[in-house]
T-cell receptor
């Protein structure tokens, strides 16, 4: 069965600094991978997705993620953090059985 | 397009009461699912369906029942509410992951349920 591990339930970065949110997955077959963002008191919005077309995936709001099969990772990055990036971020995996499993989330805090 | 519509948005129940959370989508998606979101636990899959007449259990199915009689609707039933079911519930739908499309979820706005 697939699973997702997000390292760090809270991450703090200074405005303008690099954002790195970690996600590792386990799946018996090559998966589809997703990053979602949730702003306070809102629903979930898709940031980006990996569909095997390219290992480096670009998403909205300047975020990108790199699929590394050897490390079973799909870490989310952004070169320069903005105050508006403060939110909770979720990594998710979809495998052949169609279950879509989410990680526990990482809350990103931006320090002025 | 309405997308995924959940009702009600807020509900307060007493222990032992039953209720149904409604979910409808107008995107002709075959796949639909229900999640609950609790602090520190992320989103946990309750039940999902890959098409009308087909349902399956997710990670936390106990205390919940689902049916899928049409492509559009996927109601979630709480048979006898317990305080442990206090949560925010999200319904989501997607198309099959083929042709490079990935099959990402489209979410409803959520339903906040409190069980006293």
């Amino acid at each position: 069965a697939q699973s997702v591990t997000q390292l760090g339930s809270h991450v703090s970065v200074s405005e303008g600094a690099l954002v790195l949110l970690r996600c590792n997955y386990s799946s018996s077959v090559p998966p589809y991978l997703f990053w979602y963002v949730q702003y306070p008191n809102q629903g979930l919005q898709l940031l980006l997705k990996y569909t095997s077309a390219a290992t480096l995936v670009k998403g909205i709001n300047g975020f990108e993620a790199e699929f590394k099969k050897s490390e079973t990772s799909f870490h989310l990055t952004k070169p320069s953090a903005h105050m508006s990036d403060a939110a909770e971020y979720f990594c998710a995996v979809r495998a052949r059985d169609d279950k879509i499993i989410f990680g526990k989330g990482t809350r990103l805090h931006i320090l002025p | 397009n309405a997308g995924v519509t959940q009702t009600p948005k807020f509900q307060v129940l007493k222990t032992g009461q039953s209720m149904t959370l409604q979910c409808a989508q107008d995107m002709n998606h075959e796949y639909m699912s229900w999640y609950r979101q609790d602090p520190g636990m992320g989103l946990r899959l309750i039940h999902y369906s890959v098409g009308a007449g087909i349902t399956d259990q997710g990670e936390v199915p106990n205390g919940y029942n689902v049916s899928r009689s049409t492509t559009e609707d996927f109601p979630l039933r709480l048979l006898s509410a317990a305080p442990s079911q206090t949560s925010v519930y999200f319904c989501a739908s997607s198309y099959p992951p083929m042709g490079g499309r990935g099959g990402e979820l489209f979410f409803g706005e959520g339903s906040r349920l409190t069980v006293l």
